[in-house]
């Protein structure tokens, strides 16, 4: 990710924080003087734990930037992992920028949920008609035949969008970036949003058996007392 933008992102982010020369077995070294840093630091806190989240801007920025200029020859394909069960395609075009999310996720619930959403996210699309074409689905687009991948991988499928030059320019592309670089985070947020919903409303659901139960006892019967087929109660006289 060196070479395609990583370490312009974050030095873009982070300025005279870099270090000129990174500490042994790191790539990049950041060195905060906290003399130097007037006022209130949550600015600069803020800044710092967004790390993972510059870096991986900075490889979007780097093709899209590319895509926006004028005469400019399309890039050569590239692909990273953004996690063990995350990989994601970035292939260039001279009119847009394809990039292709490798999804999946350990447990079931997890897949069953995401499969959905997912499914769910690309039906929306069709009424937002400026938004990038999206497609989701268990087998590979044609676009990564480049990178070998031409049959399932056994995950919970391929994700789409294309991105095209009417999405990133006049200062949207900051916008579009930062949607990209944490949609893996998004799509576990609203997973883990479902699944509260879910057992919130299995305990409603509970709770309200349990309260008709409750209701379909019968008080026990006092020692002379009768009860009729209604359920009331009433005292035999002597």
Do not use: W
Request: glycine share 8%; net charge positive.
């Amino acid at each position: 990710m060196k070479d395609h933008g990583a370490i312009s992102g974050i030095a873009k982010a982070y300025g005279s924080y870099v270090a000129s020369e990174p500490d042994q077995g790191y790539d990049v070294t950041l060195v905060i003087d906290m003399n130097a840093i007037t006022g209130k630091p949550e600015a600069v806190i803020q800044n710092l734990q967004l790390f993972k989240a510059n870096l991986i801007g900075g490889v979007f920025d780097h093709f899209f930037s590319n895509l926006l200029k004028t005469g400019s020859r399309p890039l050569d394909p590239f692909r990273f992992d953004l996690r063990g069960d995350t990989s994601v395609f970035i292939l260039p075009g001279t009119d847009r920028v394809t990039v292709v999310y490798s999804l999946d996720f350990k447990e079931r619930v997890d897949r069953a949920v995401a499969r959905v959403f997912l499914q769910e996210f690309v039906d929306a699309r069709r009424t937002l008609g400026a938004a990038p074409p999206c497609a989701f689905g268990p087998n590979p687009p044609p676009e990564l035949k480049v990178f070998g991948v031409t049959e399932p991988a056994g995950n919970l499928g391929f994700l789409t969008f294309s991105v095209l030059k009417s999405h990133i320019d006049r200062d949207k592309k900051d916008k579009v970036i930062a949607v990209l670089q944490v949609f893996r985070n998004y799509l576990q947020y609203h997973i883990k949003c479902s699944k509260s919903y879910f057992h919130s409303r299995m305990r409603l659901r509970v709770a309200a058996l349990i309260s008709v139960l409750n209701r379909a006892k019968m008080d026990p019967l006092v020692e002379g007392t009768k009860r009729t087929i209604t359920g009331r109660t009433f005292t035999r006289a002597a």
